[in-house]
């Protein structure tokens, strides 16, 4: 552990729903409705927007709170709920493709970065690079995905 350092005690809030703690499992966790909520109050947008979600957030008060920002919530539906939900299964796999190829490709788990500005910095310029290959491997009529040349 730290030399001299409590840390339990060693946690700061930087955003909202974001909170740095020293050790795992100590950092405060808002629930996931409450997160998104706080995102959709920030976002600026003209016109209604459409959230897809998983099943965490069904409920009469989340929808309602959410209805208020002009936002719709897109869910499949529980097995307690009567009807059909929406068929989302395309739209997820896209997603989960996304947040795979962010983890796995551009090593976003293991980013080293230590603050949150850091992060984004980070973030944004390995998206930058993987377009760059993307978009030399288009020109050079190879497949887009072709990476392992441009990887050390």
Same mark, same amino acid.
């Given at each position: 552990m730290g030399a001299g350092i409590d840390e339990a005690s060693t946690s700061s809030r930087t955003e909202p729903g974001f909170e740095v703690s020293a050790e795992p499992g *100590?950092?405060?966790?808002?629930?996931?409705?409450?997160?998104c909520l706080g995102l959709l109050g920030r976002v600026n947008r003209h016109g209604p927007l459409t959230v897809i979600g998983d099943k965490g957030y069904a409920g009469r008060d989340f929808e309602a709170?959410?209805?208020?920002?002009?936002?719709?919530?897109a869910r499949p539906?529980?097995?307690d709920e009567p009807g059909r939900?929406?068929?989302?299964?395309?739209?997820?796999?896209?997603i989960e493709s996304i947040y795979w190829t962010a983890k796995d490709i551009?090593?976003?788990?293991?980013h080293g970065a230590r603050t949150l500005r850091g992060?984004?910095?980070?973030?944004?310029?390995?998206?930058?690079? *993987?377009?760059?290959?993307?978009?030399?491997?288009?020109?050079?009529?190879r497949p887009p995905r072709a990476l392992v040349d441009y990887t050390a």
């Amino acid at each position: 552990m730290g030399a001299g350092i409590d840390e339990a005690s060693t946690s700061s809030r930087t955003e909202p729903g974001f909170e740095v703690s020293a050790e795992p499992g *100590l950092a405060h966790k808002d629930s996931e409705r409450d997160v998104c909520l706080g995102l959709l109050g920030r976002v600026n947008r003209h016109g209604p927007l459409t959230v897809i979600g998983d099943k965490g957030y069904a409920g009469r008060d989340f929808e309602a709170q959410a209805a208020t920002l002009d936002v719709t919530i897109a869910r499949p539906r529980r097995k307690d709920e009567p009807g059909r939900g929406p068929h989302l299964a395309p739209i997820r796999q896209r997603i989960e493709s996304i947040y795979w190829t962010a983890k796995d490709i551009l090593t976003l788990e293991r980013h080293g970065a230590r603050t949150l500005r850091g992060l984004r910095a980070r973030i944004a310029s390995r998206f930058l690079a *993987l377009a760059a290959a993307i978009a030399l491997n288009h020109q050079l009529g190879r497949p887009p995905r072709a990476l392992v040349d441009y990887t050390a």
